[in-house]
Every structure is written in structure tokens, then in C-alpha cells.
T-cell receptor, first 110, second 116 residues
Framework: QKEVEQNSGPLSVPEGAIASLNCTYS??????FFWYRQYSGKSPELIMS????GDKEDGRFTAQLNKASQYVSLLIRDSQPSDSATYLC??????????FGKGTRLHILP | DTGVSQDPRHKITKRGQNVTFRCDPI?????LYWYRQTLGQGPEFLTY????????KSRLLSDRFSAERPKGSFSTLEIQRTEQGDSAMYLC??????????????FGPGTRLTVL
């Protein structure tokens, strides 16, 4: 059973600080990794994708991938109250099926 | 292009009835995915299509669930003899075939099903 694990939270971070979200996956053959943001009552929205080891930055967001450790993370700099949401880690396996974690609830404290 | 659309947005039905949901993907997106999501959980994979071909169906699905994408454009998901455990948000997503390595998905607003 292929799995994507995330801490469910809630993770509380003061406004302006860095929020760090983590994810581990079980299928070593996975090649593509995604972070989605989901506001309550809404559908997931893609915010980052990463395919190779290392860091990928996009604005206030940085995704980090370590395939040897089967670990993906998302950093959010200068956290804003509007960043309060559930963050879903998704992993595409070698069969092109995309498996989601249960998500981490992030709460930015004003 | 207005994104992925789903219809209806809400459906209330009685146990034992059949329901059908529709998804219209972003035009020219070859891949279409169906997920089910319950409160506090991530989206659970149900099935996906490459054009009109159904490439994989979750083993978690019973035979009461079926999906089609007859012309490689819109898709339908049918649930027969609904049960209360089928109550969930049903999400559709589409993806272009090649998007820089992986299949970045764009989700529709979802159909919320309530089985009484």
C-alpha cells in the first residue's frame, strides 16, 4: 500500500514567521511531487510542483525534495493570515497515479 | 477557458438511489481524474482517464461505482444503490499530458453528495 504521510496539525505560526510543512512517502519510485492548498469548503489548488532533488522557490514558497530520504517539504516565508488553510502533499507514483496525504492544517496567528 | 467545472454542485439523495455526476475538464487536457474526499481526509483516488481510456480504477471502489469519458472530453461518475457511506465531496481534476515532468492537476469545485 503506497502511502503519503503528513502531520495533521494544526500547526500554528505567528504572522511574518516561516511555516514549515513536511511530508514523507513510501514509494521509492515516485518521480513527481506536488503541494496543494485547500481552504475550508473549497477544492485543492496547486501551489508548487517539484521533480528533482533540492529546492525550488516561487515567491514566498519553497519546496524541498530529498528522494534518498523520501521526504518533501514546503516552506512559507513571511506567513500571512491568508495562508491559513490545509496543505496537501501529493505524490505521483510510477504508474502515474497521484496519491494525496491527509493534509496539514496551518493556522497563521495575527 | 473557465477551468474545470462539475455538475451538480450539491446532491441529496435517498439510500438505494442512483446518482450521476458530470465533469468538464479544461479544454485540451488529456487526463481526467476522479477523487472522493471526506472531512479531515485528503482526496482519495477513484479512477483516471487518458483521453477516453480508463487507465486505472481504485481497488477500494466497489462495483457500484462506474466512470466514463466517452469522447475524451467530459466524464461522468455514476454511483448505483447509494449507501450512507458514499456521502462525501466528489472531486474532478484534469491535467495536460505533459507538464514539465509530472501531471499537475487542476481541480473543479466538487460535487457534495449527501445520502440520507
Amino acid at each position: 500500500q503506497k502511502e503519503v504521510e503528513q502531520n495533521s496539525g494544526p500547526l500554528s505560526v505567528p504572522e511574518g514567521a516561516i511555516a514549515s510543512l513536511n511530508c514523507t512517502y513510501s514509494d521509492r519510485g515516485s518521480q513527481s511531487f506536488f503541494w496543494y492548498r485547500q481552504y475550508s469548503g473549497k477544492s485543492p489548488e496547486l501551489i508548487m510542483s517539484i521533480y528533482s532533488n533540492g529546492d525550488k522557490e516561487d515567491g514566498r514558497f519553497t519546496a524541498q525534495l530529498n528522494k534518498a530520504s523520501q521526504y518533501v517539504s514546503l516552506l512559507i516565508r513571511d506567513s500571512q493570515p491568508s495562508d491559513s488553510a490545509t496543505y496537501l502533499c501529493a505524490v505521483e507514483d510510477r504508474d502515474d497515479k497521484i496519491i494525496f496525504g491527509k493534509g496539514t492544517r496551518l493556522h497563521i496567528l495575527p | 477557458d473557465t477551468g474545470v467545472s462539475q455538475d451538480p454542485r450539491h446532491k441529496i439523495t435517498k439510500r438505494g438511489q442512483n446518482v450521476t455526476f458530470r465533469c468538464d475538464p479544461i479544454s485540451e487536457h488529456n487526463r481526467l481524474y476522479w477523487y472522493r474526499q471526506t472531512l479531515g481526509q485528503g482526496p482519495e483516488f477513484l479512477t483516471y482517464f487518458q483521453n477516453e481510456a480508463q487507465l486505472e480504477k481504485s481497488r477500494l471502489l466497489s462495483d457500484r461505482f462506474s466512470a466514463e469519458r466517452p469522447k475524451g472530453s467530459f466524464s461522468t461518475l455514476e454511483i448505483q444503490r447509494t449507501e450512507q457511506g458514499d456521502s462525501a465531496m466528489y472531486l474532478c481534476a484534469s491535467s495536460p499530458t505533459h507538464s514539465g515532468g509530472g501531471h499537475e492537476q487542476f481541480f473543479g469545485p466538487g460535487t457534495r453528495l449527501t445520502v440520507l
